[in-house]
């Protein structure tokens, strides 16, 4: 005998949508809660070491300036360099120290997802902002260390790194699951482009690196 549904009842997800996205749309499966969450932690880890080592090391050359530190390597990479800029400390204190707060709470909120955790759309509102402001942040860091100081940072180049797929993949979170409003044929295209985009963002910081150090890479710089 056939069954009647209560006419109150809505048709389930559609297969591959996130659950509680409220949208039977099929989704990117590196934006579903488990894979996410994974991309949370290990980009968070990475930026959070890196951090780490910088911290450890800037605390080496406030006792010792003319300590050097683990990556000073020659006058065009070199982190103890870099650290005695003011482009280092913007905010009166070392911009690594944002970089484990910061980091810190994304793996956070990486376990969190892990452990069955949902979040409010305020909550993904608020990591949206975080991230971009830390992505926009690490842009201008990186322009400065290109074409102000001209020398490289070895692990702050490991924080540009896990803030480039961070941003990309929270950003599409967001915006496929409607916390970020966007018509669906543009939010589908972003979803199927997250490696495209964060490729090419990788590509454009390993352009831009060379072009700015060509005069070293050509050997043509002095050194």
Not at 12 to 22: I, K, L, Q, W
Request: one cysteine or more.
């Amino acid at each position: 005998m056939p069954s009647i549904s209560p006419a109150n009842s809505s048709p389930a997800p559609a297969r591959g949508a996130e659950p509680g996205s409220g949208s039977a749309a099929p989704v990117p499966a590196v934006t579903r809660t488990r894979p996410f969450g994974w991309l949370l932690v290990i980009t968070g880890v990475v930026g959070w070491i890196a951090s780490g080592v910088l911290v450890l090391e800037k605390l080496e050359v406030l006792k010792d300036p003319s300590h050097t530190t683990v990556c000073d390597v020659n006058p065009w990479i070199s982190c103890g360099q870099v650290m005695q800029t003011w482009q280092s400390s913007v905010f009166g204190f070392p911009n690594m120290f944002i970089g484990i707060v910061a980091f810190a709470v994304v793996i956070t909120v990486g376990m969190a997802l892990l452990a069955g955790a949902t979040f409010a759309r305020w909550y993904w509102v608020g990591l949206q902002v975080g991230v971009t402001l830390g992505f926009a942040f690490v842009v201008w860091l990186w322009s400065q260390a290109l074409y102000v100081i001209n020398i490289l940072c070895p692990f702050c180049m490991v924080v540009w790194a896990a803030m480039i797929p961070l941003f990309v993949w929270v950003t599409i979170r967001n915006i496929t699951a409607g916390v970020i409003p966007l018509p669906a044929k543009a939010a589908k295209i972003l979803g199927d482009s997250g490696w495209i985009i964060t490729a090419l963002l990788y590509i454009a910081v390993i352009a831009t690196i060379f072009f700015a150090f060509i005069h070293v890479f050509a050997g043509t710089s002095g050194y």
